[in-house]
């Protein structure tokens, strides 16, 4: 098994990017090998400084980068050795079996949906993230910033694809779905969220367990909390400044630690067909390294295959 890293992606790229990747190669050996990517004039020297086991690494040469300033789009189609079209080409090749970057969040999007593209039923792939519970253990939320706007449709395909990366990933065995509205009641909510509640309630590939609401965020009221991603993201990055806030207080608490991204190290990307994980722009050779061991994980539990016979029963 390979897992591809984009060794130009992230704020402290490629220093912290080939940081990490020899981190994760140590904890993964044996099991899968890690792959970099980008110019390697640039990344070979930095690996020989961590030894003769992080030379001998596996280098893909890049030679452009698509920056964080850049329009994804455009940048990623006229950038075609950028780290991140390279990136995806092994990946829907089959070279690799997982790939992360820290790198232009809009560019890994368009490259999950240009090259290896959405699986066959699923209307718009999605972004998901990491819910730490007061009572141990994570939950999933989806979407936190792929879709801003969500039809109905999108916002239950959101529910399955999060129900099943809770099962086969996190290893929760009956996944409960909580749909993020502004009541518990069936009828409150916008017009999207109404309709979005009688389509899930009535899905048999999910345990919906009704709306929840902000306060159920941490709870162990769901273990999957579907939203789109204007307030999944808003949602995300108030979790982030509380953790924040805490550091510059100097206010230590183990639970509260959970909401560091380095942690987690990325978002999973749902409902394509291949293994992609999107970085923290600030990714730390921490943050990498779980980036890269939660791209084996998905790659090692199968969820993409369990996601495509979900889609197409």
């Known amino acids: 098994m390979k897992i591809a890293l984009d060794a130009m992606g992230g704020d402290f790229a490629p220093q912290a990017a080939v940081a990490g990747a020899v ?26 400084q961590h030894g003769p086991e992080a030379a001998a690494l ?12 850049e329009h994804p789009t455009k940048a990623f189609q006229q950038k075609q050795d950028s780290t991140i079209a390279v990136g995806y080409r092994l990946l829907h090749s089959g ?70 990366y809770a099962q086969y990933v996190l290893g929760i065995t009956h996944p409960k779905v909580g749909l993020m509205s502004l009541g518990e009641e069936e009828g409150k909510g916008s017009a999207v969220t109404q309709a979005a509640h009688q389509l899930l309630k009535v899905n048999p590939h999910i345990h919906f367990i ?3 609401e902000g306060r159920d965020l941490f709870n162990d009221k769901a273990d999957v909390i579907v939203c789109d991603g204007f307030t999944g993201n808003v949602i995300l990055k108030m979790a982030e400044s509380v953790y924040d806030i805490m550091v510059a207080r100097q206010l230590n608490d183990a ?7 380095e942690t987690v190290g990325g978002s999973p990307i749902l409902g394509i067909n ?40």
């Open 274 to 313: 291949d293994n992609a994980i999107i970085g923290h722009g600030v990714s730390t050779p921490l943050a990498i390294c779980n980036m890269l061991m939660q791209g084996y994980q998905m790659a090692h539990s199968g969820i993409v295959d369990q996601i495509k016979d979900s889609f197409k029963s």
């Open 255 to 261: 639970y509260f630690e959970k909401l560091n991204y």
């Open 95 to 164: 070279e690799v079996d997982a790939f992360c970057s820290a790198g232009n969040t809009g560019a890994m999007l368009v490259g999950a949906m240009f090259t290896v593209k959405p699986v066959a039923g699923v209307l718009r792939p999605a972004i998901a993230n990491f819910v730490p519970k007061v009572g141990g253990g994570m939950g999933l939320m989806v979407d936190v910033g792929a879709n801003a706007d969500c039809k109905p449709e999108m916002l239950e395909q959101f529910g399955e694809l999060g129900s099943l």
């Open 58 to 69: 596996e280098v893909v040469p890049a030679s452009q980068v698509i920056e964080m300033g």
């Open 23 to 48: 981190l994760a190669a140590q904890r993964l050996a044996g099991k899968a090998e890690v792959v970099l990517i980008g110019p390697e004039a640039e990344i070979r020297p930095l690996l020989q």
């Open 210 to 212: 009704g709306n929840i």
